[in-house]
């Protein structure tokens, strides 16, 4: 048995066979990031057998379940918005990640002493509290 739908910009054939259901979704390029379908895709790979492939238009993803096992069209659909929200997070919460990162990359900046040729740290005093033991600080904190 073989049916097709069309739902939210995702078409979707299933057949049905005697030991198993085989789907096909197509998402569409202009909605859809390669990234998320590939995500969603490898959320079922302990359960299925997955072929991702595309044409000019559409992200096709071919699903077959492993033998005893049951995938419902609407638990990959599921992961796949779940995998949208996880991009769109992501992209818009970049630069939140990116400014702390950057800040500690310019604190450790080294510079470069003309007269000698070493180098010296901006700050020595911040090297010294990171190199010395934790333990010499914090002698009370250890219990025999």
């Known amino acids: 048995m073989t049916e097709m739908t069309m739902r939210y910009n995702v078409e979707i054939l299933i057949i049905r066979g005697v030991w198993s259901k085989y789907m096909v979704f197509k998402y569409n390029k202009k909605i859809y990031p390669k990234v998320v379908i590939i995500k969603a895709a490898y959320h079922f790979t302990d359960i299925a057998y997955i072929h991702l ?5 559409y992200y ?5 379940p492993k033998l005893g096992a049951e995938i419902d069209e609407k638990s990959f659909e599921n992961e796949t918005l779940a995998q ?6 992501f992209q ?3 630069n939140i990640r990116e400014i702390p990162l950057a800040r500690a990359l310019a604190s450790s900046v080294v510079e470069k002493n003309d007269n000698i040729d ?3 740290l901006v700050d020595s005093d911040v090297a010294d509290d990171i190199l010395r033991d934790w333990f010499e600080n914090n002698e009370w904190f250890i219990t025999e």
Do not use: M, N
């Open 53 to 57: 492939d595309c044409d000019e238009v």
């Open 60 to 64: 096709i993803v071919s699903i077959e």
């Open 118 to 120: 070493t180098f010296d």
């Open 92 to 94: 818009q919460t970049k």
């Open 84 to 89: 949208v929200a996880r991009y769109e997070v």
